[in-house]
């Protein structure tokens, strides 16, 4: 049913191709110089400034940034749930609210947002609900989803009966439902306890090899947790945000836990480190 | 994934803590009863022994009062059922009406800004003065004893509903947006269900409310109805005040039934609720 939509990138890929490969992909989100300037009665914040960066088609790129430097401001923008106040952004080719109406996103947010009165099923088929899909497929296609996340047995359980991560992993299968071309993740593993959170980073990994041609863009404060999971990470300033630069994470896929302990890896969340402490400095 | 151990999520209650069983809870309330009727037998005995000539209609005793009952079953039947009966048809009605206020306030801010008001100020409103105006308009007792049933539920659940509609969060907001639902989808998935509780709560206040409306109608002559009895008992004198105090019982108990019925379905329709989680398995 969403292949009707169409706008899906046309380049069949898998996950696992060298980073070189991926970045010859098209550019499947574009922001040029985009601002967000929130007003208020008295005041107005301006929360994003001057973001400009591109995702391509099938990569997996991290936002990050300390609190508050906008970054759930700009998935807000990119998803089309708002609009910016100025400059441009494109998904696929059309407006970010023209690629919402065509269902081209599916979102986790930092809280799980799932509805109490929804067993685990009827949850992460609800965006199938939403679209009329009729019955038998809708069902089929949450039984797949719910098995790659790995909660099978939990079907007509409800939300409270989860834990945060099987919450979360509920969230993700969700999103995933309706085979939207774009994953956009807004801290999903942010309220988590530090070692749930590690696993579900690369459970993320295997889900998303697990769903090729998904375009992920992930929000995170947790360099680590950036530098693992992504193909490219955006750094970001304080507020008003401010996209400091770019870093390729040139590191080999399929990844798993044991690229933490890789040299490059420490390399890696070294430099970012270093990057972030420095624009910190310069803010001051 | 099947490496992943799978948090036990179920076991949280002490398993050794006792279940509080139902029947223990009506020995309780069987137990309450015992006392308070004991406290009445009491005072009644005592009043008696001030030599009160009127001591039997200021407090008659208990089985007074039951023997009158069961001496006229007709009359009592008839008056609960028309008094009761049309303050469940209230209460549906008013149910209705206060729904559509509700979801129609939700629509947009100025049409919640411009009813939100008149709504209120509706309320302020005397009920026993509403009655001779709609008595004037409706010329049926029957028609007013059902509009003011349904107009104490209607201010209710709408104020209720206005809230529950509104008590969604705005990540769930964007979840449907992201969805591209419209506003009929996120008033059917989403707002209704979110305002279960909310009703529910408006509901359990309504409900023998509705009773109230329906028995202030019935004080301003209308026939055959437990307001009528009270207003009879009164006028008729001493020795009919066990009439009165039944008809008191009466509406208070049906008060508490219907609140209790409210209860329950409530339970059956949304056991995912907070506090009824520990039945849902």
Redesign the interface.
Known sequence: MTEVLGARAPAPHHHHEPLSERSAHPVAISLERVSKRFIGKRSSTLAVDDASFEIRSGEFVSLIGPSGCGKSTLL?LV?G?MSPSGGRMSVNGITPREA????Q???V?Q?P?L???RTVEDNIG??L???RTPKDEARARVHELTAT??LT?FLDH?P????G??QQRVAIARALT?RPPFLLMDEPFGALDMITRD?MGS?LL?IWAATPGTTVMFITHSIPEAVLLSDRVVLMSARPGRVLRTVDIDLPRPRTEAVRESPAFFEYDTELRRLLIEADGQDE | MSDLPVEPVEELRDPAAPRPSRLAGLGRALLILAIILAIWYLGAFLLQLTGDRLAGSKLPFPHVIVDRVITFPGTIAEATWATGSRAVAGFFIGLGVGLLFGILMIQARWLEVSILPYVLASQMIPLIALVPIMRAILRNPELVRLYLAAYVTFFIVSIAVLRGLKSVNRDSLDLMDSLNAGRLTVLRVLRLPAAVPYIFSGLKIAAPLSLVGAIIVDLTGAQNSLGYLMVAAVAIGPSQAPFLWAALIISSTLGLLFARIVGAVERRISPWQPAFRESVD
């Open positions: 807000r998803a749930l919402r109406r065509r269902r996103f599916g979102i947010f809280s947002v509805f109490d009165w609800l965006p609900q939403v679209f996340v790995g047995e409800y409270w009966q989860l834990s991560g099987m309706f696993r459970e295997r």
